[in-house]
């Protein structure tokens, strides 16, 4: 019996403002046990900054909330889609908010994807878990190979 190729590490940044969410997104990551590394900060400022640092790995997968200080989630997005070093890094936009203007809005900025939190906590990791299953197991992402 040929053993399985490692499956490589993901690496998943989150910018979410509530660190009550920030927690649950981050278990519910870890929980699948996949190999991610989940990274989290508080605004886009601080994603901004993260993902121009250098020496810090890009992410595999970007999750946002809209509503953030500083710099909120559209305006991070936007940033993120114009510049040609990230705008090949999959973001799925995670929000509280269902209003039609968000979510047309975010898919006009490029958004990969548009996901409202679920209120119940089952719910809420089953949103997490169908996120991460299909872009970080089904989809394939550049500078990944097939497991």
Do not use: W
Request: aromatic fraction near 6%; proline fraction near 8%; hydrophobic fraction near 45%.
């Amino acid at each position: 019996m040929v053993a399985a190729a490692p499956r490589p590490s993901y690496s998943v940044l989150l910018a979410e403002d509530d660190p009550g969410d920030a927690m649950l997104v981050t278990e519910a990551f870890l929980a699948r046990g996949l190999g991610q590394e989940v990274e989290t900060v508080a605004d886009g400022v601080e994603a901004m900054a993260y993902l121009h640092d250098p020496a810090l790995r890009k992410p595999d997968l970007i999750i946002l909330d809209l509503n953030m200080p500083r710099m909120d989630g559209r305006e991070t997005l936007a940033a993120i889609k114009a510049d040609p070093a990230l705008r090949s890094i999959p973001v799925v936009v995670l929000t509280t908010s269902e209003a039609p203007d968000d979510v047309s809005a975010s898919y006009q900025l490029h958004a990969n994807a548009y996901v409202c939190k679920p209120q119940e906590l089952d719910e809420f990791f089953g949103a997490i878990r169908a996120i991460d299953g299909f872009y970080l197991e089904l989809a394939r992402l550049p500078g990944h190979q097939a497991p």
